[in-house]
C-alpha cells in the first residue's frame, strides 16, 4: 500500500512534464493502396502493437522507467510472394531524475529482437537509446532537447530530438512535439477530442528465413484522429486516417550505410533487392488507458 501511495504522489516525476502517463497502449493498423512500383501488384499489410510502462518510483528525486513494447508486421516484400510476418519485442530501462523546479532528465536504454522470429539469434538483437533534458519554463510549457540512437541492421542510426509541450490555460488545447520522430497537436470538446500527428523512425528487422538478408523500414505517418475520452479520460479510444511512405526495403546482410543522421545517410552505396512500394492510405483504432497527475495547482502545493 506504500508503494501504491508513493507513486501516485511522484508519478510526474515519469510523465516528461505532461498532465498524465500512458500506461498501456493497444492498437491495430491497415494500410490501403499500397503497391509495388514496378508491377502495380497489391502490397497493403497490417501491423498489431502493444505499450505497456511500468514505472517504479524509488524516492522524491528519482524513478525507475520500465516497460515493454510489442510490434508485428505482416506485409508482401516482393510481388506475388507470400506474407512476411515481422516481429520486435523491446524491453524499456531508464531513470527519471528531477534536477530541479526547473530541470529534469529520462536516460532510457532500449534493447530489442527485431527479425521474423523463424529461428532467434544473435543477430536478431539490437541495441537503442535516448536521452531527454527538460525544461519548465511556465506551468503550461516545456522545452525538450536530446537524443536517440540504435543499432541497426543497416548500420548505426543517430537522431537529435527537440521539442516540446505545451497547454493552452483552459487545458482543452495541447501540443506534444519531439521532432523529428513524432508529433501530436489536439483540441477536447469534452468526451471527444480531434487531433493531427506524425511519426517517422527507421528500424529493421533480420530475416530469420533468409538469414543473409535483412528489412530496413522508414515510415513517415501522417494522420487525423477523433478520439472518444470515457471513465473521466482514463480510458481513450482513438480511430486514425492517414498517409504513411510505407517504404519496406530488403537488402542483404552485409549492405550497410556509414551512419545514419535522421533521415540523412552517410556512406550509402546498397543495392535494394525488392522493388519499391508506394505509400498508401491507413486506418489504426487505438485504445489507452492513461494515468492523470494532479492538477496545475496542486502540483505547484506539493
Avoid: C
Avoid at 113 to 139: E, M, T, V, W
Avoid at 157 to 172: A, E, I, R
Amino acid at each position: 500500500m506504500k508503494r501504491i501511495v508513493v507513486f501516485v504522489f511522484f508519478i510526474p516525476l515519469l510523465g516528461l512534464g505532461q498532465d498524465y502517463v500512458d500506461l498501456v497502449t493497444l492498437g491495430y493498423s491497415n494500410t490501403f493502396s499500397a503497391s509495388f512500383k514496378e508491377t502495380g501488384e497489391n502490397a497493403d499489410g497490417q501491423s498489431f502493437f502493444t505499450d505497456l510502462n511500468f514505472p517504479v518510483v524509488l524516492n522524491e528525486k528519482y524513478a525507475l522507467i520500465t516497460g515493454v513494447n510489442l510490434n508485428t508486421h505482416q506485409l508482401p516484400l516482393f510481388p506475388g510472394a507470400e506474407i512476411t510476418h515481422l516481429y520486435s519485442l523491446m524491453l524499456k530501462f531508464g531513470i527519471a531524475t528531477t534536477h530541479s523546479e526547473k530541470w529534469s532528465s529520462t536516460l532510457v536504454f532500449l534493447p530489442k529482437l527485431a527479425s521474423d522470429y523463424k529461428k532467434l539469434s544473435g543477430d536478431d538483437l539490437y541495441f537503442g537509446g535516448f536521452g531527454i533534458l527538460k525544461y519548465q519554463q511556465s506551468d503550461n510549457l516545456i522545452y525538450k532537447f536530446g537524443a536517440y540512437g540504435s543499432t541497426e541492421a543497416f548500420g548505426f542510426f543517430f537522431t537529435p530530438v527537440v521539442g516540446l509541450y505545451y497547454t493552452s490555460p483552459n487545458d482543452l488545447f495541447e501540443m506534444n512535439l519531439s521532432l523529428p520522430i513524432s508529433a501530436d497537436v489536439n483540441y477536447s470538446l469534452g468526451k471527444t477530442t480531434l487531433g493531427i500527428d506524425y511519426f517517422g523512425i527507421g528500424r529493421s528487422f533480420h530475416l530469420d528465413a533468409d538469414p543473409t538478408t535483412y528489412v530496413e523500414q522508414n515510415p513517415l505517418e501522417f494522420s487525423s484522429y477523433i478520439q472518444f475520452n470515457a471513465l473521466q479520460n482514463s480510458i481513450l479510444l482513438r480511430a486514425k486516417i492517414g498517409y504513411s511512405s510505407y517504404e519496406s526495403e530488403v537488402y542483404s546482410e552485409g549492405d550497410k550505410v556509414d551512419v545514419r543522421i535522421s533521415a540523412f545517410n552517410f556512406g550509402d552505396d546498397r543495392t535494394q533487392l525488392n522493388p519499391d512500394i508506394t505509400g498508401g492510405v491507413f486506418f489504426k483504432i487505438e485504445a489507452l488507458y492513461r494515468f492523470h497527475l494532479a492538477n496545475k495547482k496542486e502540483k505547484s502545493k506539493n
